[in-house]
């Protein structure tokens, strides 16, 4: 039986964070990094709290791929305070390390005989890139290994969308980002798990990524184009979440987890490979993979005439568009070293094949095929 669910209550425009004025008599834990701290960002947030005189206090020891070393010291800082609410702000890692703090303070305390109920959740994203303030997945890192984890208890109560958070964002994190959200749309698209519903979100999530990314990469104060960014965000998070990922992520996880390039932007290099693996247009037939892929393009407007006409214009589209806003088109030109990534392919292809996205990947990958694709990714 199929499911659809949408769990955090979404507020959306700027200036949205204002519902923290909701917040009284209660205990708040702001998880966030040293950055949001440093920014001011965080003051926001800060002084709404103080204005209630609600009881606060903060953890901002949040790294990029947050390590489980950062995970066990959130889960201290929560069980020393025993917060009512916590609100997660920053991009994909900081609400990502503060789902699994969340997951892990209330099985410690529980399984200790310490009845502890899960503190109401609020996740306030500062990029438009991983949707996690609407999804179920976090991926924390341990050495070189990325670890996607899913939980439904691990979804936020209330996602606040608000696009003021989002207006000086650096161009090239705005790039690497929105190319994060269309992987998750694309994937989420093909998913052996797709439907009806997470299909109309995913198509319009694409959509708003090819209207606005450019006029976000070239000007940071166009507030639209900031403001359909974070939507489109938002929209992938919750078509991903229902219908789970592909072996985009799968290998990308395993590339920023050796060679640490930003998650947004390894997605967006693995994409066009992927789309031509998945696609499998030497196959005798037609594969439906190939058709959802041509869809897409329809919904686009690129030509497609045919289903491999559509395919390579998705392809095409996709490169284009990673040009404009200096992706890089392979991992050597990533500068990742030739001999450390081949030295590192049977490893990486054992990961990728293990990871939870590749399940409903919608071509059965073997081995082979991963270590192909990488050593393909990489580039001549």
């Not at 698209?189 to 979100?201: E, I, R």
Request: hydrophobic share 40%; glycine share 6%.
């Amino acid at each position: 039986m199929n499911t659809f669910s949408v769990k955090p209550k979404i507020y959306f425009d700027n200036g949205s964070v204002e519902y923290l004025k909701n917040i009284k008599n209660k205990k708040v834990c702001i998880v966030t990094d040293p950055f949001m701290l440093k920014s001011g960002a965080a003051d926001k947030i800060i002084s709404i709290l103080k204005s209630n005189k609600v009881e606060y206090e903060i953890f901002s020891e949040i790294k990029p791929d947050p390590p489980i070393a950062t995970v066990a010291a959130g889960v201290n800082k929560m069980i020393n305070f025993k917060p009512d609410v916590i609100v997660a702000l920053g991009g994909g890692s900081s609400i990502d390390a503060t789902k699994s703090i969340i997951l892990f303070t209330v099985k410690i305390l529980n399984a200790s005989g310490d009845e502890y109920s899960k503190p109401l959740f609020i996740a306030i994203p500062t990029t438009s890139g991983t949707g996690s303030e609407v999804t179920s997945f976090s991926v924390i890192t341990m050495g070189n290994a990325k670890f996607p984890l899913v939980d439904d208890e691990m979804i936020p109560d209330i996602a606040i969308i608000d696009a003021d958070f989002v207006k000086t964002v650096p161009a090239q994190i705005t790039a690497d980002t929105a190319m994060d959200v269309l992987t998750h749309a694309i994937e989420a698209y093909v998913s052996t798990n797709n439907s009806d519903y997470t299909d109309a979100l995913a198509e319009k999530a694409v959509k708003l990524v090819f209207e606005y990314l450019l006029k976000a990469y070239k000007d940071g104060n166009n507030v639209i184009a900031r403001e359909k960014l974070h939507n489109a965000s938002c929209m992938a998070g919750i078509a991903f979440t229902n219908a789970n990922l592909g072996i985009n992520h799968s290998i990308a996880h395993t590339i920023g987890g050796n060679f640490h390039i930003p998650h947004g932007r390894a997605n967006a290099i693995v994409l066009p490979y992927v789309i031509k693996f998945n696609a499998n247009l030497e196959a005798q037939e037609e594969t439906e993979t190939a058709k959802r892929y041509a869809e897409l393009s329809k919904v686009l407007g690129l030509p497609c005439s045919s289903i491999e006409e559509g395919v390579n214009s998705l392809i095409c589209a996709i490169n284009i568009l990673g040009k404009e806003t200096n992706i890089p088109k392979n991992l050597k030109e990533a500068s990742i070293d030739e001999n450390s990534l081949f030295n590192k392919l049977e490893n990486m292809a054992d990961a990728a094949l293990k990871d939870n996205c590749t399940k409903t990947n919608p071509r059965i990958p073997t081995k082979e095929d991963i270590v192909n694709l990488i050593k393909e990714i990489y580039g001549e």
